[in-house]
């Protein structure tokens, strides 16, 4: 029932960001109705088709997509566009060390250690702390969801990993970070440009002395 609630969410997420352009009421009665014939059971059901084709979603891709979801409905970031960057940094952080080497570049196997290692919760803690430590609040709050997620085993699986990440997710979050730079690149060279022209701006004359015209 979470996974299919999580695949509902990014659905929805994914419409309002695809529906920009219609009005806020038909966007949202629109998304409210995709989530319910998502949450629908199988084969009538839309979440359980997207998942028997691209697999569950971690509990990460489902607390962004509320955040999506917030700032597409009400017009403002509910999550900071700074904690979405740390998020982002983190997640691909993580799949930098876990991907490569579940696909075979190192004999050391990261999968394994989602089965309740004791050293990986501990190195998880120090990345939140680090993170809390930082200001980054929204790393913090997601370590605790997936890891209290996982504690109860709300999703079908039984490691970490799978709470924590997907491969969707990671090619959201290298995605938007890369789009963050772009932005960030052409706003500094906007405000360059700005700062020129005025620089370059002739002084303006005085203005005549009183009693001067006739």
Not at 32 to 45: I, T
Not at 136 to 165: E, K, R, T
Request: glycine share 8%.
């Amino acid at each position: 029932m979470i996974s299919s609630l999580i695949c509902a969410l990014v659905l929805a997420a994914i419409w309002l960001r695809l529906s920009a352009r219609l009005p806020l009421p038909v966007r949202g009665g629109l998304a409210a109705a995709l989530v319910v014939w998502s949450l629908l059971p199988f084969p009538v059901g839309l979440a359980g088709w997207v998942m028997s084709y691209l697999s569950h979603l971690s509990i990460t891709s489902g607390l962004l997509a509320v955040a999506a979801i917030h700032h597409r409905l009400r017009g403002r970031y509910w999550l900071p566009v700074g904690q979405l960057r740390a998020v982002c940094v983190m997640l691909v952080g993580l799949a930098l060390f876990f991907y490569p080497m579940s696909l075979g570049s190192s004999y050391a196997d990261p999968y394994a250690l989602g089965f309740g290692d004791i050293l990986f919760s501990s190195v998880l803690l120090l990345i939140g702390l680090f993170a809390w430590m930082n200001r980054a609040y929204a790393p913090c709050v997601v370590l605790i969801a997936a890891q209290g997620a996982f504690y109860f085993n709300l999703l079908h699986s039984d490691n970490l990993w799978d709470y924590l990440i997907d491969p969707w997710l990671v090619f959201w979050a290298t995605g938007w970070l890369v789009r963050d730079r772009l932005v960030v690149r052409r706003d500094v060279r906007a405000a360059r440009r700005q700062a020129t022209t005025r620089a370059g701006e002739a002084p303006r004359p005085a203005s005549e002395p009183a009693g001067s015209r006739s």
